[in-house]
């Protein structure tokens, strides 16, 4: 199979479907360079990825990484960042960059928000000063960003709300969507609509058929992992597989641990981001091929053996468990950086390694042996 959707600046070459679970592999052509999917993007929520130079995250191995709109609206400001040429220069990443719309920390960390038809006015979590992003704004801030794929501005509804509630956002975040397109004109920046529909199937088609015309380069699937049991997400994506468009990228924001991964990968869909590697980093937790280790614990007291022997990242080649959590008790910030570095890596190798096995023809044997050795949370 070769599905190749083409656009000047961006086209996406579907090489394999399995048959059996509908797992994919592609490469996604960016300005920026090649994405070889399914593919985990790194978060650099404040353009930089915690605790790493850029040097390590393309050693790590990602191909991408996310930026956050709010946070870089707040500081340094967007015309700033397009004063020193856009993310892409600001920070020293020549891949590519996605950036998200900031809609779901508008709803999320903004010490109070207001929901209007024209947009949103919210109170800074920084300083609690008032701004208003509108679709049009947003745009105009991701514009001047300057990433490869940017989101459009929608409303994230929160777990647990009711189906009217859940309808009109949908339908807000709809009319919102027609508004990004109709003020986006660069073909150098990639626009992905989101689907959202809350936890109600129905809705969720409906969001992928309303958002299918507008999703020439990829497609957003918003509004899961935020705070649902796991099958839930699963059985929303079930819903959506069937009518999600078949020759763009599909990437599910904000899942990042390695068993959604799979179960994601194992429904359809291509790209996914989540902070979970550096956050978990940062408290002393490490991913490895044999489950979560943290290190912290005094069961590694004198353990002189490599986090994960099936690891040759800079952490695993050179450091012991032992040394590894000294680092973390003593509150250094090695200990950040090296278990940051290998979160990452094992992420992006269980990628790429699941797309070997989907390429290759054994993606549902792949998953069982690696949940036979990590364990499934």
């Known amino acids: 199979m ?4 083409n656009t000047p600046n961006f086209s996406f070459e579907l090489l394999k479907t399995d048959p059996e679970t509908g797992a994919r592999a592609g490469i996604f052509h960016t300005p920026h360079g090649d994405i070889e999917t399914p593919v985990y993007m790194p978060v650099g929520t404040q353009a930089t990825v915690k605790g790493l130079l850029p040097r ?13 709109t709010y946070h870089l609206y707040m500081r340094p400001g967007h015309e700033l960042v397009k004063k020193a040429g856009g993310l892409h220069s600001f920070m020293n990443w020549h891949r590519p960059i996605l950036t998200d ?5 508008v709803f999320s960390l903004a010490k109070l928000n207001n929901i209007k038809e024209e947009g949103v006015w919210f109170n800074s979590h920084i300083d609690g000063s008032k701004h208003f992003f509108t679709p049009e704004k947003v745009m105009e801030i991701e514009n001047a960003l300057g990433a490869d794929i940017i989101m459009q501005f929608d409303e994230c509804s929160e777990y647990g709300v009711d189906y009217k509630y859940a309808k009109a956002a949908l339908d807000r975040t709809t009319r919102w969507l027609e508004r990004c397109a109709a003020v986006h004109k660069d073909e150098r920046q990639a626009l992905f609509p989101i689907v959202q529909g809350n936890f109600f199937a129905d809705l969720r088609i409906e969001s992928v058929r309303a958002a299918a015309p507008y999703a020439k380069y990829g497609l957003g699937i918003g509004g899961l992992s935020v705070g649902e049991p796991k099958p839930l997400m699963y059985e929303m994506l079930e819903a959506m597989r069937p009518v999600l468009p078949e020759k763009v990228p599909r990437y599910l924001m904000g899942v990042g641990s390695p068993d959604c991964l799979i179960e994601g990968v194992l429904r ?11 956050r978990v980093a940062r408290n002393g937790t490490a991913l490895t091929s044999r489950g979560k280790v943290v290190v912290r614990n005094a069961a590694y007291k004198e353990d002189f053996t490599p986090l994960d022997p099936e690891c040759d990242c800079y952490c695993c080649k050179n450091y012991t468990k032992a040394y590894l959590r000294h680092l973390v008790n003593a509150g250094e910030m090695l200990s950040a950086t090296l278990l940051s570095l290998h979160n990452i890596t094992f992420l992006t190798r269980l990628m790429k390694n699941l797309r070997r096995a989907i390429l290759e023809g054994g993606v549902r044997e792949f998953c069982e042996e690696f949940y036979a050795k990590y364990g499934r949370e």
């Open 56 to 68: 390590d995250v393309e050693e790590a191995g990602a191909q991408i990484i996310l930026s956050n």
């Open 101 to 105: 719309s900031g809609g779901f920390q």
């Open 2 to 5: 070769n599905n190749t959707a």
């Open 268 to 278: 359809g869909v291509d790209m996914f981001d989540c902070v979970l590697a550096t």
